[in-house]
T-cell receptor
Framework: ETGVTQSPTHLIKTRGQQVTLRCSSQ?????VSWYQQALGQGPQFIFQ???????GRGNFPPRFSGLQFPNYSSELNVNALELDDSALYLC?????????????FGEGSRLTVL | GENVEQHPSTLSVQEGDSAVIKCTYS??????FPWYKQELGKRPQLIID?????GEKKDQRIAVTLNKTAKHFSLHITETQPEDSAVYFC?????????????FGAGTILRVKS
């Protein structure tokens, strides 16, 4: 059983650019969620995908968008990058059931915006 | 929406002592309360969780208590060891149709001195 994997692990962008982060969910998991973790803070929910449909969104602007593919892998896209977007972006997968359960996190993608 | 507050922000204990971290939440509809441990540069990992129909849960040296009336829950670690040093996050999960959206506290840095 493979765990959650994310790529790239580190990247540096400049203001105004666009970035795509990728996530492969754990085998058997059909739900992927994305979190932003600023330095010294707890993760903040961006959005969740269940069977390729967005299923819940946090307080993030529309320039944060995502996709989930038929194999349940996912992408997070951020347009028009701002300095405050610098953070660790965590992907988490889980079984999409009506009862909430454990989230399995990846190691994250650390984004620096200059 | 849900808001989770966590205290203290840092906690230093002597090896073998107990550590207690407390969290409060605002949404009485939240029904799932996990605790995650994040070591430096690593992914958050679930250490224990509790559901709203249970008041206490224990797993070896770790226990969690939940007071639904007061809307607070606590993590108790007994006989602390140096490897318990990490950042601990509490979270609450508002009800969603599928999966769960976690609202995290700001984290507690636990240092166990040997």
């Amino acid at each position: 059983e493979t765990g959650v994997t994310q790529s790239p692990t580190h990247l540096i962008k400049t203001r105004g650019q666009q970035v795509t982060l990728r996530c492969s969910s754990q085998s058997g998991h059909n739900t992927v969620s994305w979190y932003q973790q600023a330095l010294g803070q707890g993760p903040q929910f961006i959005f969740q995908y269940y069977r390729e449909e967005e299923n819940g969104r946090g307080n993030f602007p529309p320039r944060f968008s995502g996709l989930q593919f038929p194999n349940y892998s996912s992408e997070l896209n951020v347009n028009a990058l701002e300095l405050d977007d610098s953070a660790l972006y965590l992907c988490a997968s889980s079984l999409g059931r009506s009862t909430p359960g454990e989230l399995f996190f990846g190691e994250g993608s650390r984004l620096t915006v200059l | 929406g849900e808001n989770v507050e966590q205290h203290p922000s840092t906690l230093s204990v002597q090896e073998g002592d107990s550590a207690v971290i407390k969290c409060t939440y605002s949404d009485s509809a939240s029904n799932y309360f996990p605790w995650y441990k994040q070591e430096l540069g690593k992914r958050p990992q679930l250490i224990i969780d509790i559901r709203s129909n249970v008041g206490e849960k224990k797993d070896q040296r770790i226990a969690v208590t939940l007071n639904k009336t007061a809307k607070h829950f606590s993590l108790h670690i007994t006989e602390t060891q140096p490897e318990d040093s990490a950042v601990y996050f509490c979270a609450a999960s508002p009800i969603m149709e599928y999966g769960n959206k976690l609202v995290f506290g700001a984290g507690t840095i636990l240092r166990v001195k040997s």
